[in-house]
């Protein structure tokens, strides 16, 4: 569930899994590398994951 959940956000915002082994590492076509886990031990993952690429775009200033 967490999985196909994550993935569909990640591919909303714009961004490919780019490699799955312990983490999973999705990358956006401007270089910006998100790593998440694979398998979460917290309910809250999926918004951690949100409030990550949000930082991250504000950071990169791709968004505000």
């Not at 967490?2 to 983490?23: A, D, W």
């Not at 998100?34 to 398998?39: F, G, K, L």
Request: charged share 30%; hydrophobic share 30%.
């Amino acid at each position: 569930k967490h999985l196909k959940e994550l993935t569909k956000y990640m591919k909303s915002e714009g961004f490919e899994l780019q490699r799955q082994k312990n983490h999973l590492v999705w990358r956006h076509h401007t270089g910006v590398k998100i790593h998440t886990a694979s398998t979460p031990s917290c309910r809250h993952s999926l918004n951690q994951v949100k409030r990550d690429v949000r930082r991250k775009f504000i950071q990169m200033g791709i968004r505000s």
